[in-house]
């Protein structure tokens, strides 16, 4: 357990759904991220928080809307994706952003049919 | 641009054998990390390098920040089988992105 809990673990869903994924952070860190994993490809950076603000969005598909109720928690709302969005769904969290010590969480593993 | 690229892919070893797996890239960096993910979990941050030349232990684990400025390698020593998972490098220049290696499947054979 490194302190960001992600959930669902698993998630399969069709192309029509609308399912969202959760992370959670009680470390106390101001910065929270998404990254996706696909196999053998490196980490790809989706979204930076800073305080609940976006800072960034790295060209991802609006099908992919994530939510920063607080600095806690952070949302991934997921609409009408694609098989090739199937992937390993990582949240992370730092004490700023721009810290090079992320710290992860187990990940929501998705699959899209 | 800042692409990293991480050797070997994957490595299939023999318990107590030496390991050791690098990455590169056509830009600087001024900060490397090295990353571990275990099956089922998110990486976890092994080793953190921040000064040219800079050579640094955790246990069985060394790493060093190559002199270019431009890669960076990663040694395990006398593997054991719970080294097994996915070796990731990663690296920043200043405030840009951290940038990640695709990774190095590790797999220990008892």
């Known amino acids: 357990e490194t302190g960001v809990t992600q959930t669902p673990r698993h998630l399969v869903m069709g192309m029509t759904n609308k399912k969202s994924l959760k992370c959670e952070q009680h470390?106390?860190?101001?910065?929270m991220y998404w990254y996706k994993q696909s196999a053998k490809k490196p980490l790809e950076l989706m979204f930076v928080?800073?305080?609940?603000?976006?800072?960034e969005n790295n060209s991802v598909p609006s099908r992919f809307s994530p939510e920063c109720p607080n600095s806690s928690h952070l949302f991934l709302h997921l609409h009408t994706l694609q098989p090739e969005d199937s992937a390993l769904y990582l949240c992370?969290?730092?004490?700023?952003?721009?810290?090079?010590?992320?710290?992860f969480g187990a990940g929501s593993r998705l699959t899209v049919l | 641009g800042q692409q990293l690229n991480q050797s070997p892919q994957s490595m299939f070893i023999q318990e107590g054998e030496d390991v050791s797996m690098n990455c590169t890239s056509s830009?600087?960096?001024?900060?490397w990390l090295w990353y571990k993910q275990d099956p089922g979990e998110g990486p976890v941050l092994l080793i953190a390098?921040?000064?040219?030349?800079e050579l640094t232990s955790n246990g069985r684990l060394t790493a060093q920040f190559g002199i270019t400025r431009k890669d960076s390698f990663l040694n395990i020593s006398a593997s054991i089988p719970s080294d097994v998972g996915i070796y990731f490098c990663?690296?920043?220049?200043?405030?840009?992105?951290?940038?990640f290696g695709a990774g190095t499947r590790l797999t220990v054979k008892p």
């Open positions: 830009s600087i960096f001024n900060t």
């Open positions: 390098l921040y000064k040219a030349g």
């Open positions: 470390l106390g860190h101001n910065a």
């Open positions: 928080y800073s305080l609940e603000e976006r800072v």
């Open positions: 992370a969290s730092s004490l700023r952003t721009g810290a090079n010590v992320l710290t």
């Open positions: 990663a690296g920043r220049y200043n405030n840009n992105d951290m940038r």
